[in-house]
């Protein structure tokens, strides 16, 4: 079925409204391959029908759809290493004494992670068991998981339901889940799902980077990884800007290895820690 460039036109500008991914010139393949079971499914039978449908139908159910057709939603437990490298060495220590300080001076508040763009999880749980491993070989700072939270969000619903279910496949341990860490899942089946200590340590909740974030709660780092570069410039901006007002002073943002604040952001300052580059927002230490 033919895609003019009228429909690829304003099939990726629906596209862009709604998820702010931005599909360059050229790339008419990912309308037509991610959406033509949308097609089927709408029973249209021209792309021109489909993008009619979509206009007059903007239902929640349909908008999921569309979202979980065309956003990619790759991930792996320990991706890429590094930034969770420089999260167990290096930040986590340093939050726990200032929890512990806190606890002292009767502060109960926990320590806030949000996993941004959290896909199926597995970033989320990676948080939470690097902090289990944590408390469990340091109990004298009587530090316990409650002490800290994770939220896990995305756009896309379908992604959340499996991040919620905590529920992996073999192979899906084995893209990266070290071996010690396996104690953290429990059969399910032929499955493995997450420990449930480790589950109430992480909310998942959808949410749209594109629409304004400003009223969640501060945090005291940030991961948003592998999801800018779908993004033009001005969404990345305006992403940044909007992580800069949520996240506690001199605390740091962390992206993916292809990604960076460079020319986007003036409010954060690039740091290496151990073999990661990370994101501080300039202000005082956190
Ligand atoms: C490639 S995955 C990255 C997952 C994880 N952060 C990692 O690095 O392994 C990108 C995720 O971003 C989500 N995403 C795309 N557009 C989004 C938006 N506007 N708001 C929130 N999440 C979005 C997708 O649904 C997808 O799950």
């Known amino acids: 079925m033919e895609l003019t460039h009228r429909d690829f036109d304003d099939l990726r500008g629906y596209i862009y409204e709604l998820c702010g991914l931005h599909i360059p010139d050229n790339k008419e393949y990912l ?10 499914a709408a029973e249209a039978e021209s792309w021109r029908e489909l993008y009619e449908f979509l206009r007059r139908d903007c239902s929640a159910q349909v908008r999921n759809e569309v979202i979980s057709a065309i956003t990619t939603n790759e ?10 490298d420089s999260f167990r060495d290096q930040l986590l220590p340093e939050f726990c004494k200032k929890l512990v300080a806190r606890r002292l001076s009767g502060d109960r508040t926990p320590l806030r992670i949000w996993s941004a ?28 998981p409650c002490d800290f939270t994770i939220l896990g969000t995305d756009i896309s619903a ?26 953290y899942f ?27 974030f400003t009223d969640l709660k501060i945090f005291d780092v940030i991961f948003c990884r592998n999801v800018l570069i779908y993004f033009d410039q001005a969404t990345k901006k305006q992403i940044l800007e909007r992580f800069s007002k949520i996240l506690r002073p001199g605390c740091h943002l962390i ?32």
Request: proline letters at 3%; one cysteine or more; hydrophobic letters at 35%.
């Open 158 to 183: 379908r992604v959340l339901a499996k991040a919620t279910q905590a529920e992996y496949s073999d192979f899906e341990l084995s893209r990266g889940l070290p071996e010690a860490y396996r104690k």
């Open 117 to 144: 763009a959290a896909a199926s999880g597995q970033e989320a749980y990676t948080l939470a068991m690097i902090i289990m491993d944590h408390l469990e070989r340091n109990p004298g700072n009587g530090l316990r």
């Open 31 to 40: 309308i037509t391959q991610r959406l033509k079971g949308l097609l089927r």
């Open 75 to 84: 991930t792996s437990f320990f991706r890429d290493q590094h930034p969770f």
């Open 255 to 286: 992206l993916g290895s292809t990604e960076s604040v460079y020319g986007l952001s003036e409010a954060f300052c690039q740091e290496r820690i151990g073999k990661a580059i990370l994101y501080r927002l300039k202000g005082p230490g956190c």
């Open 186 to 212: 429990e059969r399910a089946e032929s499955r493995w799902r997450v420990r449930g200590d480790l589950r109430s340590m992480v909310e998942f909740r959808q949410l749209n980077l594109v629409t304004d």
